[in-house]
């Protein structure tokens, strides 16, 4: 059986989305949930000006997550991540 381990997300959400940044914040949890994971702590950084243009974006809401998953799940996570059209980008790294 494999062992919980710990990652860290980082997701840039479109900054069209700063109204309801709260309803993307629960589909991202809802994500990490349904794939059963925890969710140990959550940050919202506020909307930053991008290094590059991300899909002609020039700004986006930074958002971090922190969270135990199984590392078989990560993979499936990170493909939902990308398809949806909210997130310009999705970062998961396994954390200590």
Not at 13 to 42: F, H, L, M, W, Y
């Amino acid at each position: 059986m494999e062992k919980m381990k710990n990652y860290s997300g980082l997701f840039i959400i479109v900054p069209e989305k700063q109204d309801t940044v709260d309803e993307v914040k629960g589909g991202i949890n809802a994500v990490i949930s349904d794939n059963s994971g925890n969710i140990v702590k959550e940050n919202v950084m506020g909307k930053r000006a991008l290094a590059y243009p991300i899909k002609k974006k020039n700004e986006g809401i930074y958002y971090e997550v922190t969270f135990t998953a199984l590392p078989g799940s990560v993979a499936k996570m990170t493909r939902q991540f990308n398809i949806n059209t909210d997130i310009l980008r999705a970062l998961i790294d396994k954390s200590e």
